[in-house]
């Protein structure tokens, strides 16, 4: 946990997770994150995404992971009956140190996290993600499922590659939460890779007995 001051910042409960050098699109309607975007327009633009535990993201009472991102909107248009579009774009990893009465919405006192930075063989590594990524992504094709678009290439950035990789690749919110809670990028690069590696392995024994 890190000792950095904590600051007070409105948070997004949803029941997907956002991930930093990733974007996410939400379609805002319920009145009390009207009033959240609004404020976040006038402000700095910025607020937490967080993955919900237990519960719904509609109507409150639910329970939410401790480890969220810290996003800018990129984009938002209000529409004339006061529903918002937006496009959000994650920046960095927070710690929630005290959730704040949801009045008028949620809100947090969050810290950003420390994260160790990655070694020497983060580069090699962020290779074989990429080509585990596609192998993955050519299975699934394979099977007639739906799958990620990789004519985008993952970043050269080993900590970005490793992000986005964990956005395209067919892993529930569980494990991308898993991800996000990692706190040294060559731990989440490894827990990446064995991710990709299990879900590879799944996909060629339903391909063998086809």
């Known amino acids: 946990m890190t000792s950095r001051p904590a600051i007070e910042l409105p948070m997004f ?23 959240l975007a609004r404020d976040c327009m006038e402000g700095d633009r910025r607020l937490g995404v967080v993955l919900i535990e237990r ?18 909107i990129a984009d938002a248009v209000e529409l004339d009956d006061g529903r918002w579009l937006m496009v959000l774009i994650g920046e960095d990893r927070v710690r929630v140190q005290r959730w704040l009465p949801d009045d008028p919405y949620p809100r947090a006192e969050v810290a950003p996290c420390e994260d160790r930075p990655p070694g020497p063989s983060a580069s090699t590594r962020r290779d074989e993600l990429d080509d585990l990524l596609r192998r993955v992504v050519a299975q699934k094709i394979e099977l007639g499922e739906a799958a990620a678009d990789m004519t985008v290439d993952l ?3 080993a900590v970005a590659a490793t ?4 956005r395209v690749a067919p892993l529930g919110p569980l494990d991308a939460q898993r991800v996000l809670g990692t706190d040294g990028a ?11 590696e299990e879900e590879s392995a799944v996909l060629a024994q339903r391909l063998a007995g086809r």
Do not use: C, K, M
Request: hydrophobic share 40%; charged share 20%; proline share 7%.
């Open 55 to 72: 519960g719904s993201e509609v109507g409150g009472g639910d329970v939410r992971f401790d480890v969220a991102t810290r996003a800018i």
């Open 163 to 166: 992000w986005q990789a964990t």
């Open 13 to 35: 409960p949803l029941g997907s997770v956002l991930l930093p050098s990733t974007a996410i699109s939400l379609h805002i309607f319920e009145p009390r994150y009207r009033a």
């Open 186 to 196: 060559d731990e989440r690069l490894d827990l990446v890779l064995s991710l990709l």
């Open 155 to 157: 970043s050269p950035d």
